[in-house]
C-alpha cells in the first residue's frame, strides 16, 4: 500500500479482555517497529521486527502484550488481561533500510490505533 | 542513556513568522541521527528533517532548518513562514547507532499553535 495501514482505530475493551492491532506495513519494508503512545508523551518503543525475526522486545511492558510478523509483512500486536494503564494509541512504524548503520533511516508511521481499557 | 528533552509544551507563533522549537539531547555516543517529527491531531507522525551527527552542514527541507549544535547537544527545529497548517505536535527524537537497529527515542513533544 501507500502507506502503512493500522487497525483498528479506535478500540474500547474492558479490563481483562485481550485485544488485538493490526499493522500492514509499506510492501517491501523490512523493518517494522511499534511504539506506545500515553497521552500528551511521546512514543515509546515496544519492538521491532526485521522481516519475520523479533530482533528487539526489550520495550514491551509486561509479558501480556505479545507481537508476531509470521510472514515479514503484516504484523499484530497482542495484549493479554488488558488493564487501564494500557490505554494509549500504538503505532506502528516501518522502514526500507536495515541495519544498524543505516543513517537517515526514516521510519513512515501510520495513524495509529487508540486503546482505551474501561 | 540517551535522553530527549524539549522544554516548550506549547508554543504560539503568528501566521507567516518563523518560530523555533527546543531539542536538547543527552548521548555518550559519537554516531547518532536527529529527526523532527510533526503530529497533526489525525495521530500520523510526519517526517520533517533528519540530521546526523557527522553532517557540517545544517539540514533544510523547504520551511523548515535544523539548528544543528553539536558542542551544545541541541537540535533545535526552524519553521520559517509559519502556516495555519503547521499547527500540531512536535516531536524531536533520536537514534544512536550502537544501539536497537533503527530504534528512535523521542522527546515528550511541543504543541505549535499558528494564530492567523
Known amino acids: 500500500g501507500a502507506g502503512v495501514s493500522q487497525s483498528p482505530r479506535y478500540k474500547v475493551a474492558k479490563r481483562g479482555q485481550d485485544v488485538a492491532l493490526r499493522c500492514d506495513p509499506i510492501?517491501?519494508?523490512?523493518?517494522l517497529f511499534w511504539y506506545q503512545q500515553a497521552l500528551g508523551q511521546g512514543p515509546e518503543f515496544l519492538t521491532y521486527f526485521q522481516n519475520e525475526a523479533q530482533l528487539d522486545k526489550s520495550g514491551l511492558p509486561s509479558d501480556r502484550f505479545f507481537a508476531e510478523r509470521p510472514e515479514g509483512s503484516v504484523s499484530t500486536l497482542k495484549i493479554q488481561r488488558t488493564q487501564q494503564e494500557d490505554s494509549a494509541v500504538y503505532l506502528c512504524?516501518?522502514?526500507?533500510?536495515?541495519?544498524?548503520?543505516?543513517?537517515?533511516?526514516?521510519?513512515?508511521f501510520g495513524a495509529g490505533s487508540r486503546l482505551t481499557v474501561l | 542513556a540517551q535522553k530527549i528533552t524539549q522544554t516548550q509544551p506549547g508554543m504560539f507563533v503568528q501566521e507567516k513568522e518563523a518560530v523555533t522549537l527546543d531539542c536538547t539531547y543527552d548521548t555518550s555516543d559519537q554516531s547518532y541521527g536527529l529527526f523532527w517529527y510533526k503530529q497533526p491531531s489525525s495521530g500520523e507522525m510526519i517526517f520533517l528533517i533528519y540530521?546526523?551527527?557527522?553532517?557540517?552542514q545544517n539540514a533544510t527541507e523547504g520551511r523548515y532548518s535544523l539548528n544543528f549544535q553539536k558542542a551544545r547537544k541541541s537540535a533545535n527545529l526552524v519553521i520559517s513562514a509559519s502556516q495555519l497548517g503547521d499547527s500540531a505536535m512536535y516531536f524531536c527524537?533520536?537514534?544512536?547507532?550502537?544501539?536497537?537497529?533503527?530504534?528512535?527515542?523521542f522527546g515528550k513533544g511541543t504543541k505549535l499553535s499558528v494564530k492567523p
Open positions: 510492501s517491501g519494508h523490512v523493518s
Open positions: 527524537a533520536m537514534r544512536w547507532f550502537g544501539g536497537s537497529q533503527g530504534n528512535l527515542i
Open positions: 540530521q546526523g551527527s557527522y553532517d557540517e
Open positions: 512504524a516501518s522502514s526500507f533500510i536495515q541495519g544498524p548503520y543505516s543513517g537517515a533511516n526514516v521510519l513512515t
